[in-house]
């Protein structure tokens, strides 16, 4: 499959000032950004940078990012499903995982998450793929927004539903395993019924214990 990338761009304006939202952005210029220190929901700043100029550099790998300047505040990225997760069982070419976003909490209720996530789909490509994304409360910032899992979850899933991720059911153990967490996916318009079906297949891969 070829994966084809058209970079977007759009001006956001915020209270906190102008932010650029663009993507997908080439590894070269993802690595000539600054990475805000604050970006520190899955790893170390400096190590997360490193980890998203990877990403860029795959095939299938996207990156769009929100920045002030030429400091990153913000970023949503897609790569192929981990080898050790059940969504890459299917080896499905065009099934992607949107597997992490974030936004420093300064310009957070801000509409820059939506944004992240708008611009992504302005790629007439995403139409070739299944997009999912998987939704485990003990990766939401509860803390610092001071919501509850039930609340944190309506903010996701209004942000998911941005870039026409629509919730799923599964039986996927991890998802399965708390109420809060969930699974979404935006199915594009030049999807086969057959991926359709493995897709389906892979939600459900406990349904013949019973």
């Not at 759009?10 to 650029?20: D, Q």
């Not at 192929?80 to 059940?86: H, T």
């Not at 903010?155 to 998802?175: F, H, Q, R, S």
């Not at 935006?186 to 019924?193: F, Y």
């Amino acid at each position: 499959m070829e994966h084809k990338k058209i970079y977007n761009a759009k001006e956001l304006k915020t209270p906190h000032g102008r932010l650029i939202i663009e993507g997908p952005i080439s590894p070269e210029k993802l690595a000539n950004y600054e990475f805000h220190e604050d970006l520190v929901a899955f790893r170390p700043p400096a190590q997360q940078h490193k980890a998203l100029v990877e990403i860029a550099g795959l095939p299938e790998g996207r990156i769009i990012v929100a920045r002030s300047g030429h400091m990153i505040v913000g970023y949503v990225t897609y790569l192929y499903p981990d080898p050790l997760e059940r969504w890459s069982e299917g080896k499905m070419e065009d099934l992607i995982e949107l597997g992490a976003i974030e936004v420093i909490p300064e310009f957070r209720g801000s509409a820059v998450g939506k944004n992240l996530l708008m611009v992504s789909m302005m790629d007439d490509a995403m139409e070739d793929y299944i997009i999912i994304t998987t939704e485990y409360y003990w990766h939401w910032d509860l803390k610092g927004t001071g919501l509850n899992v039930w609340e944190y979850r309506k903010v996701m899933e209004k942000m998911m539903n941005a870039g026409g991720l629509v919730w799923y059911a599964t039986d996927d153990p991890e998802i399965s395993s708390h109420p809060a967490n969930c699974l979404m996916a935006r199915i594009g318009k030049r999807i086969q019924p057959e991926s359709v079906q493995k897709f389906d297949q892979l939600r459900f891969m406990n349904r013949f214990m019973y």
